[in-house]
């Protein structure tokens, strides 16, 4: 298949492969989109070389795809169906004879029009032609009109090239670009004319700028939205026009923008709601011959069969009232924040505008007040895949006012991949079960206004209590947990959470070899056996996360999270009896963290990522240390891939050299390596290569560094050698798209080892695939679910 990638071996006589396209402007023009007009697209291949996989897999399946086999297997199968329906007069039977009928038929179409899996994957070469070249250059042309280049003009040419290869090149003189020189309003209406005036400010075109087709739309969207949210019902962006009059000369655009009255009525009309019935059990069946029951509460008429949920948390999601004016956007923010609650199966909104009166009627149904859900599957979080099971209990409106209890509980392990002598792998072993409830408001005692007020913003306040054992070779771990959280929205996008007590009681068991290291350390200076004595953490955790979108294929997204949390605040004012009775050990400590990531998506198959991740502990407690599972640790599928998970650092100071450095590498990476500083970043190339199938290349850099716990100055953080100090790893990786799931496989190479002496750290060249490593560098496979960042 990869012989045949290049594709020019497939042309027909006097035929060409379209290898590339440019296009040629002067500095200034934004170029951005104009690419995407090209009628015709080059094929996809691996730059910079000239394979294309796509192409390879496309004819590999035309090679055995028998266009006849496909007619003449339909044609067997719509016979046999046939027979089955014509046997049968159960009515039901026929219906699923049809069924499957209609689906085994539709699947051999889909092969008889497209080919086989692999021309549907594939793609065929793309066949030079002149007519399609002109094609673009005119849509080109279009598109530099539409952003007020109204003399621009687009030259095409092509150049044969090597090896029966055509490129094309689309030069563009833009000439000048039209501003806007004067804009006006011709608007009948007073009352529209006042609002769109007194609103001027927001408007997307302003005196100066560049005219934009792009622009006269949103424009439009933005007036239309304007005049629904004050009241406007049946306000149509068909009343709004624009008028362009470019004779003032000098490249400059008076644009007049018009809101037409409607022909009938010959005025715009505002509504106010007269009235707001909220029915909370619709289609809800067996209640036939009952009469549902009517009260009101803040206006709002409620009916229902019987009365299970409190009318002031649902009141306090409805954003609109009796005598106010309809807003498109109250109304969606009504259906939201309603549906936020996870207590309705859906929740409809509609407007009854007969008899001269306009009501708004909103209509919920109840969920399963109790689900159990059960689930097993594979998970990966630190290296190779390990089972779970998990089970899950949800009771919903547990008091009347839309509360959620939940009971949840896991139990499983995985393997991660050990380079030392001791195996190939091992085992960590997870258990935890937790108990939560959610209140859909904020559990303080605001005023009833304030609570209305906050209703916007999705407040939820949980309760959690939960316990956490893990098991791993160097220690085993149980956690006892008691929380509270506030958390927020704020424009769907800002999430904000707070966390005014989180209290852990911690117990540990250290393996020997791990007790050792922890002594070991002791005597350098390292409080990191402190960590892992019996202990009691409370902390007050505050975090913000603004997601711009990021997740969502084919968008360019950005993605920020950043959390401040201080442990031990409380026991500056007071310490509880019980951590003295107990011999458990306190701490006081600032943790701060900050996480940006952004995918910029250059087309429909091209995407670059990146990330900065960094954090920053300091401990003020007597022992000096944080707890455990609040420091920073780098390596692994989710960080530096060619470090296996939480091994990179710390600092220059280098792991335990191996006694067999052979079959195991030459460091031994047996214990984890937690540090009190974090930096590490990420770039990451992705591509699609065919099908579902996607490849990346990448590059990793990052470190954890002592500022507290170590006399060893190599892990310690200093500013005149921390450049130096970052772990660089590079590699490639494999994803496969399901569209409900991504796994992934990446391979991750060092390059640069700081744990090797000054001169010796550059080690990309010393990359190892197999055994024996000796001095080599082994490389890292990891898998995971779902992209690293």
């Not at 934004?30 to 192409?55: A, C, F």
């Not at 009109?145 to 092509?158: E, H, I, L, P, T």
């Not at 780098?634 to 060619?642: D, E, I, K, L, M």
């Not at 280098?654 to 031994?668: E, L, Q, R």
Request: charged share 20%.
């Amino acid at each position: 298949m990869m012989s045949s990638c290049i594709g020019t071996k497939h042309l027909q006589e006097n035929e060409k492969l379209l290898y590339h396209q440019n296009i040629k402007h002067s500095k200034g023009l934004n170029s951005e989109g104009l690419r995407d007009l090209y009628v015709q697209k080059v094929n996809s291949r691996i730059r910079p070389t000239s394979i294309s996989v796509p192409v390879g897999m496309y004819y590999l399946g035309k090679k055995r795809f028998n266009k006849e086999k496909f007619v003449a297997r339909k044609t067997k199968v719509e016979a046999k169906f046939d027979r089955k329906i014509a046997a049968t007069k159960n009515q039901k039977k026929i219906a699923n004879l049809q069924y499957r009928k209609q689906n085994a038929v539709d699947a051999l179409n889909k092969k008889i029009d497209n080919g086989n899996m692999f021309m549907q994957w594939g793609e065929p070469i793309t066949v030079f032609d002149t007519a399609a070249m002109y094609q673009s250059q005119v849509k080109i042309e279009t598109s530099l009109f539409n952003k007020g280049y109204f003399r621009a003009s687009v030259k095409s040419d092509f150049i044969e090239l090597k090896k029966k290869r055509i490129g094309v090149n689309y030069i563009i003189a833009p000439g000048p670009s039209f501003t806007y020189d004067t804009i006006f309003y011709n608007i009948p209406d007073p009352n529209v004319l006042r609002l769109v005036s007194k609103n001027r400010q927001a408007s997307l075109l302003k005196k100066g700028d560049q005219y934009s087709q792009d622009k006269l739309s949103k424009e439009r969207d933005r007036i239309d939205q304007l005049l629904k949210d004050h009241g406007y019902y049946d306000f149509s962006k068909q009343f709004v026009d624009f008028a362009v009059d470019t004779t003032g000369g000098e490249n400059k655009i008076k644009l007049q923008l018009e809101i037409l009255n409607p022909s009938k009525r010959g005025y715009h009309k505002q509504f106010k709601i007269d009235s707001v019935t909220f029915t909370t059990d619709a289609a809800v069946t067996g209640n036939e011959n009952k009469k549902r029951s009517s009260s009101v509460f803040h206006n709002i008429t409620f009916n229902s069969y019987e009365v299970l949920y409190s009318k002031k948390i649902l009141a306090q999601r409805v954003f609109f009232s009796k005598d106010s004016l309809y807003s498109r956007t109250n109304t969606f923010n009504t259906q939201r924040q309603l549906a936020n609650l996870d207590n309705f199966k859906f929740v409809n909104l509609n407007y009854d505008t007969s008899g001269g009166r306009f009501v708004a009627n909103l209509f919920t149904s109840p969920l399963d007040r109790y689900t159990w859900n059960n689930e097993a599957g594979m998970t990966v979080t630190q290296g190779f895949p390990g089972p779970y099971i998990s089970t899950n209990f949800k009771k919903r409106n547990v008091f009347g006012g839309l509360e959620i209890l939940e009971l949840n509980g896991r139990f499983g392990f995985e393997g991660v991949a050990a380079v030392t002598s001791e195996g190939g792998f091992y085992k960590s072993t997870e258990a935890a079960g937790n108990a939560s409830i959610t209140f859909p408001q904020f559990l303080f005692p605001f005023r009833s206004a304030a609570a209305f007020r906050y209703g916007r913003n999705n407040p939820r306040t949980k309760i959690l209590a939960g316990y956490t054992y893990t098991d791993r070779p160097e220690y085993q771990r149980s956690i006892t947990t008691l929380s509270a959280t506030y958390t927020w929205d704020l424009q769907r996008r800002l999430q904000f959470s707070f966390s005014p007590a989180t209290l852990n009681v911690i117990n540990s068991t250290e393996s020997r070899g791990f007790d050792s290291l922890l002594n070991d350390l002791k005597l350098k200076g390292n409080n990191l056996i402190n960590a892992f004595k019996p202990s009691y953490v409370s902390s007050m955790i505050f975090s913000l996360t603004w997601n711009n979108n990021y997740g969502v294929a084919q968008k360019s997204s950005t993605f920020i999270r950043t959390t401040l949390e201080s442990g031990g605040t409380l026991l500056n004012l007071y310490s509880p009896k019980f951590i003295q009775d107990q011999g458990l050990e306190p701490y006081k400590y600032f943790r701060i963290s900050f996480d940006i990531r952004k995918n910029v998506v250059i087309d429909k198959t091209r995407a670059l990522a990146y990330r900065f991740n960094t954090g920053f502990g300091y401990a003020y407690s007597s022992n000096q240390v944080l707890p455990y599972e609040k420091n920073f640790f780098v390596g692994g599928s989710n960080s530096v891939r060619a470090w296996r998970p939480r091994r990179l650092g710390l600092g220059s100071d280098p792991p335990p050299i191996n006694a067999d450095p052979s079959s195991s590498g030459y460091f031994n990476y047996r214990f984890e390596r937690p540090g009190q500083l974090l930096i590490e970043g990420s770039v990451e190339w992705r591509q699609k290569l065919v099908g579902f199938l996607n490849y990346a290349l990448f590059i990793d850099a990052g470190n954890v560094w002592a500022l507290q716990t170590s006399s060893n100055d190599a892990s310690n953080f200093r500013w005149n050698k921390f450049y130096n100090e970052f772990g660089v790893g590079t590699g490639f990786g494999l994803r496969f798209d399901f569209t409900f799931l991504i796994l992934r496989f990446d391979v991750g190479i060092k390059a640069w080892d700081p744990g090797r002496p000054v001169g010796s750290r550059f080690v990309l060249p010393n990359v190892s695939f197999k055994k024996p490593y000796a001095y080599h560098e082994p490389v890292i496979y990891n898998i995971g679910i779902g992209y690293p960042f």
